[in-house]
């Protein structure tokens, strides 16, 4: 398991002054694993995102990803993509505009043969030639998971990925990433949509104010909570009654 670990997170912490978002968390995440991250809101867990994706350095404990520790910045040469809570589009371009510029980031030959790829991938092939600004919510959130894969990543971190999207669009997602996974990418998945974790994520961690309270399969914690249903086990584990492990 040791070998095959490809995030590695030892005794991390981060404050915001006197307010501590995250408090000597540590987990492992295998190569290939669907793997849920959950937690209530303010449990710390985009803060975690942050500082696995280089935005955020903690302010102890180290992160390793891919082998390399984030701090040094060296990981962002390796293969990541990352869906956040944060805008970044460029609503004045188009959609394939938009693909295309950070495919070239990248230095992808044919970038726009690739753009278009991506906007298939996603469901947007019929608005490649749209203003991202017209876009409703769904599409930008299709739109930033086609930014997150333009660089074939081996590792994904998704904040809320199905944010906005309909039934049907969650589910085409959700359909894409299973894909992805089954090729060998690494999903480093949060969502509070219980029902797409309990159906995707091979192993699951939940923190809540900051500490890590609970790591496992969805067996593991129905054993530990005696609940059978994702949601009860995450109401068990994070709610007022919870009890520490």
Request: glycine content about 10%.
């Amino acid at each position: 398991m040791t070998e095959n670990i490809i995030i590695d997170i030892k005794d991390a912490s981060k404050s915001y002054g006197d307010r501590a978002a995250v408090r000597g968390l540590s987990l492992s995440v295998a190569k290939g694993e669907f793997f849920g991250f959950l937690g209530p809101n303010g449990a710390g867990k985009t803060t975690t995102i942050r500082m696995l994706t280089g935005i955020l350095s903690p302010d102890a404990g180290s992160i390793t990803v891919a082998g390399k520790l984030v701090s040094d910045k060296l990981h962002r040469a390796g293969k990541i993509g990352v869906l956040s809570e944060s805008k970044g589009l460029y609503e004045w371009m188009t959609g394939k505009e938009f693909l295309s510029f950070f495919a070239g980031l990248y230095g992808i030959a044919e970038a726009d043969e690739a753009a278009e790829k991506l906007l298939a991938e996603v469901g947007l092939k019929d608005r490649a030639d749209s203003l991202v600004g017209s876009y409703s919510r769904g599409m930008k959130q299709r739109l930033k998971l086609a930014r997150a894969l333009v660089n074939e990543p081996d590792i994904l971190f998704l904040d809320e990925p199905t944010l906005g999207l309909d039934p049907q669009g969650q589910d085409s997602i959700q359909k894409l990433l299973k894909r992805l996974n089954e090729k060998g990418v690494t999903v480093f998945y949060s969502s509070h949509l219980l029902h797409e974790v309990s159906r995707l994520c091979t192993r699951m961690a939940v923190i809540d104010k900051g500490v890590l309270v609970a790591e496992g399969t969805l067996d593991d914690l129905r054993r530990r909570t005696h609940k059978d249903d994702l949601r009860d086990i995450f109401l068990s584990l994070t709610g007022p009654d919870a009890e520490p492990e």
